[in-house]
C-alpha cells in the first residue's frame, strides 16, 4: 500500500503545484498592460522526502513530488538604474529648453519696438541734432528717444525680475511657484517611498511583496525626474551623498530651499546640497543663465550712460567741455543708471513725473561757447560738435562689453542663449529616443510577452492534466486492491 500512497502524493503535489503555475500565469495576462509591473516566473524544484520508519530501511526513495520553491519577481536593477539616471537627466534637458524658450521671448523682440531698433533712433536723433543744434524740436526728439530707451530697458529687467519671480516666489506667469511646488513633489513622492520600503522591509519577512515593489520601481523613476538621485542595492536613496530614504523607510529627510536665490540653494537635514539634474536642477540652470542674461543687461544699461555722459558732462570728458543751447557749460549727465532696472534721462533734462517739464536747452550739443571762438560774440548755438560725437557711439566698439557694439552687445547675449535652447533642446529629444530604448530593453525582460505566457500557460495545463490522470491511475489501483 505504501507505493501507492506515495503515488497518490505525488500526482496530488503535481496538480496544486501547477495549479499555482497556472494562477501567476493568469496574473501575468490580467496585468499585461499594468504600468510598471513586472513578470513573475515561478521556480519549481523537488518536494523535500520525510524519512518513515518504512522508508529509513530502504537504500533508494520513490521521491516526493513537486513543489513550489518561489515565485520570482523579474528585475534588471543595472538597467533600471541605467534608466532611473537618463529620465534624471533628460527632464532637466527639457525643463532648461522649455523655461529658457519663455526667457528668450521676453527678451527677443522682431519688431518696431525692439532694443536694437531703439537704440538706432536714439541715435539717429542725436544724428539729426548735430546738423541742427539750434532746433529745439529736434532737442526734444533726442530726449524722447531717450526715455523711450531707457523705458525699454527698464522693461527688459522687469521682464527677467518677473521671469525669476515666478520661478522662485509664485509670482502670476507659465512658472508660478514652480521651484517651490517641484520640491514640494519631492517631498511627497519621498515620502511615499519611505512608506513603501517600511512596509516591504516588514513584509519581507514572511512574503515577498511584489506588488509593492512594482510601485517602488515606478516611484523611484519619477522621483529621478525631479532630482539627479541615486539609489542604493537596499533600495535606500541618497541626493549629493545625503540620505533621503533609508532602505528599511526609517529615515527620511526634507528636500529644503534654504535660500530662493538666484541661485536657490538646498539643504537636507540642515546638510547643503548640491543638484544638477532633473527639474529642480534644471530651475537652478535656468534662474543662473536668467541672472546672466540680467547681468549683461545691467552691464549695457550702465556703459551706454557711461559713454554718452562722458561726452555730454563736462566734468567727464577729457577732450573738453560742452555746452547747452544757451551757451552754459554743462556739467550734468545725460542719464543717469546704477542699473538697466533703473536707468532714465536725468530729471534735469525730463522728469516723467512732470511730462510736460521738458528741458531740451539743457541738452550739451555743443564742443564750443562763442561763434567765432573768441568769445566776442553770442552762444554758438548752431554747434553740434558734441552730439555728432555721441551719434558716433552707434558704431563704437566698448571694452567693457568685450569689443562690441550696445546692439551687437545684446544680440550676442540673444544669440547664446538661443544656442543654449537648442542644445538643451536637442539633448532632450536625444534623451527621449535612449528612455525608449532602456524602456524597450528593459520591458522585453521584465514585461509580459503574451505569446511565452500562452506557452506556459499550456504547458501548466499538460502538466495538470498528467497529475490529474496519474491521480485517477492509482485511485483505479486502488479499487482494484480494494475488491481483491
Same mark, same amino acid.
Given at each position: ?12 503535489? =503535481? ?29 519549481? &524544484? ?12 530502504? %537504500? ?29 537627466? %533628460? ?9 529658457? !524658450? ?13 532694443? !536694437? ?44 525680475? &518677473?521671469?525669476? &519671480? ?8 507659465? $512658472? ?13 513622492? %519621498? ?40 539609489? @542604493? ?7 549629493? @551623498? ?27 537635514? !540642515? ?9 529642480? @536642477? ?40 560742452? $555746452? ?15 542699473? =538697466? ?28 561757447? $562763442? ?35 550696445? !546692439? ?50 499550456? =504547458? ?6 498528467? @497529475? ?17
Amino acid at each position: 500500500m505504501q507505493p501507492i500512497h506515495d503515488s497518490w502524493t505525488i500526482a496530488r503535489s =503535481a496538480i496544486l503545484t501547477h495549479q499555482h503555475r497556472l494562477a501567476v500565469t493568469a496574473n501575468n495576462i490580467a496585468n499585461i498592460d499594468t504600468p510598471g509591473y513586472s513578470r513573475r516566473t515561478v521556480r519549481l &524544484g523537488t518536494a523535500p522526502e520525510t524519512p518513515s520508519a518504512l522508508t529509513q530501511t530502504r %537504500t533508494w526513495s520513490n521521491g516526493a513530488g513537486v513543489q513550489v520553491l518561489d515565485i520570482v519577481r523579474t528585475s534588471n536593477q543595472m538597467k533600471s538604474n541605467m534608466l532611473r539616471q537618463q529620465l534624471s537627466d %533628460t527632464s532637466g534637458h527639457h525643463t532648461r529648453a522649455d523655461a529658457l !524658450g519663455s526667457l528668450e521671448s521676453l527678451m527677443r523682440e522682431d519688431d518696431d519696438s525692439a532694443l !536694437g531698433v531703439r537704440l538706432d533712433a536714439f541715435w539717429n536723433a542725436w544724428s539729426d541734432l548735430s546738423n541742427q543744434a539750434d532746433n529745439v524740436g529736434f532737442r526734444s526728439v533726442v530726449i524722447q528717444r531717450g526715455n523711450e530707451l531707457a523705458s525699454h530697458l527698464r522693461s527688459l529687467s522687469s521682464r527677467i525680475d &518677473g521671469f525669476d &519671480g515666478q520661478i522662485i516666489g509664485g509670482s502670476p506667469g507659465n $512658472y508660478t511657484g514652480q521651484l517651490a511646488s517641484d520640491v514640494d513633489s519631492f517631498n511627497r513622492m %519621498t515620502t511615499e517611498l519611505q512608506d513603501l520600503n517600511r512596509q516591504i522591509s516588514f513584509a519581507s519577512s514572511s512574503f515577498d511583496p511584489n506588488a509593492l515593489m512594482d510601485r517602488r520601481d515606478v516611484l523611484l523613476r519619477e522621483i529621478s525626474e525631479f532630482a539627479d538621485v541615486s539609489v @542604493g542595492s537596499d533600495f535606500s536613496v541618497t541626493l549629493d @551623498g545625503q540620505a533621503v530614504v533609508s532602505g528599511d523607510g526609517t529615515v527620511r529627510a526634507d528636500l529644503e530651499i534654504t535660500d530662493a536665490g538666484p541661485p536657490p540653494l538646498f539643504a537636507l537635514d !540642515g546638510t547643503a546640497v548640491t543638484l544638477s539634474s532633473g527639474h529642480i @536642477g534644471a530651475w537652478v540652470d535656468v534662474l543662473g543663465i536668467s541672472t546672466v542674461m540680467s547681468d549683461r543687461l545691467d552691464l549695457l544699461a550702465v556703459d551706454l550712460a557711461d559713454a554718452v555722459n562722458r561726452i555730454h558732462n563736462s566734468d567727464l570728458n577729457p577732450a573738453g567741455d560742452s $555746452y547747452d543751447l544757451t551757451g552754459q557749460r554743462c556739467d550734468w549727465n545725460f542719464f543717469t543708471a546704477t542699473s =538697466a532696472a533703473d536707468i532714465a534721462v536725468n530729471t534735469i533734462i525730463y522728469d516723467p513725473a512732470n511730462p510736460m517739464q521738458m528741458n531740451p536747452s539743457l541738452i550739451a550739443a555743443a564742443g564750443s561757447i $562763442y561763434d567765432d571762438g573768441l568769445g566776442t560774440t553770442g552762444p554758438n548755438t548752431a554747434d553740434g560738435a558734441r552730439a555728432l560725437q555721441i551719434a558716433d557711439l552707434a558704431d563704437a566698439t566698448r571694452s567693457a562689453l568685450n569689443a562690441q557694439g550696445f !546692439g551687437a552687445f545684446h544680440v550676442t547675449g540673444l544669440t547664446l542663449l538661443g544656442s543654449i535652447i537648442s542644445t538643451e533642446r536637442t539633448l532632450g529629444d536625444n534623451g527621449d529616443a535612449i528612455i525608449g530604448a532602456i524602456e524597450d530593453d528593459l520591458q522585453s525582460e521584465i514585461g509580459v510577452n503574451l505569446d511565452e505566457e500562452l506557452m506556459d500557460m499550456m =504547458a501548466a495545463q499538460r502538466a495538470f492534466q498528467a @497529475g490529474t490522470r496519474l491521480l485517477q491511475t492509482v485511485d483505479e489501483m486502488m479499487q482494484t486492491i480494494l475488491k481483491i
